[in-house]
């Protein structure tokens, strides 16, 4: 079991940049690989970034390769996101999930059904 709560979210500039942190608490944090996902009003959740437990593997939208990194600290309980660039198109609530299966690709990665444990979400708002 994992209780996860998000934090950093805020109103930013077109072309700034945020980190978002996911904090855990449980036993055996290293065993969940995390992801993170982003959700509009109106639309479906979108896959954003994913991590595996060691932090050796990651996996990341294709849109967002290159200004989105997703890291952990095991030692911390903590998985963060630095977003750079940030367009209005990113506004968005974040939230993190964690899973006891392995990622295995980017496929298997962003499927939410694959998360067991989920956050409630930090909001970012960009304006332009």
């Known amino acids: 079991q994992v209780q996860l709560v998000e934090s950093g979210g805020g109103l930013v500039q077109a072309g700034d940049s945020l980190r978002l942190s996911c904090a855990a608490s449980?036993?055996?944090?290293?065993?969940?690989?995390v992801g993170w996902f982003r959700q509009v009003p109106g639309k479906d959740r979108e896959f954003v970034a994913a991590?595996?437990?060691?932090?050796?593997?990651?996996y990341y939208a294709d849109s967002l390769k290159g200004r989105f990194t997703i890291s952990r600290d095991n030692a911390k309980n903590t998985v963060d996101l630095q977003m750079n660039s940030l367009k209005p198109e990113d506004t968005a609530d974040y939230l993190c999930?964690?899973?006891?299966?392995?990622?295995?690709?980017?496929?298997?990665?962003?499927?939410?059904?694959?998360?067991?444990?989920w956050g409630q979400g930090t909001q970012v708002t960009v304006s332009s």
């Open positions: 991590i595996s437990g060691s932090g050796g593997i990651t």
């Open positions: 449980g036993r055996s944090f290293s065993s969940y690989a």
């Open positions: 999930a964690a899973r006891v299966t392995p990622l295995y690709s980017d496929n298997y990665a962003s499927r939410q059904y694959e998360y067991n444990y």
